[in-house]
């Protein structure tokens, strides 16, 4: 079953998502999301752009 997809559920970045992107369909994101990275705060917009401007650039 080579048509199945694999996501990444925890740990990708904007440092490694080049990686896991190379052997995975996609990936859930939330921390590396948020300001200072910290789980607790609020979604920083800025850094969910520069995030998805490098997923965009390695479609």
Same mark, same amino acid.
């Given at each position: *079953?080579?048509? !199945?997809?694999?996501?990444? @559920?925890?740990?990708? @970045?904007?440092?490694?998502?080049?990686?896991? *992107?190379?052997?995975?369909?996609?990936?859930?994101?939330?921390?590396?999301?948020? !300001?200072?990275? /910290?789980?607790? /705060?609020? !979604?920083?917009?800025? &850094?969910?752009? &520069?995030? *998805?401007?490098?997923?965009?650039?390695? &479609?």
């Amino acid at each position: *079953m080579t048509d !199945v997809p694999v996501f990444a @559920n925890t740990g990708v @970045n904007i440092d490694n998502v080049a990686d896991v *992107m190379s052997v995975a369909s996609g990936c859930v994101i939330g921390t590396h999301f948020k !300001v200072d990275g /910290n789980t607790w /705060n609020h !979604v920083d917009e800025a &850094r969910v752009k &520069r995030f *998805m401007d490098k997923v965009e650039g390695l &479609r």
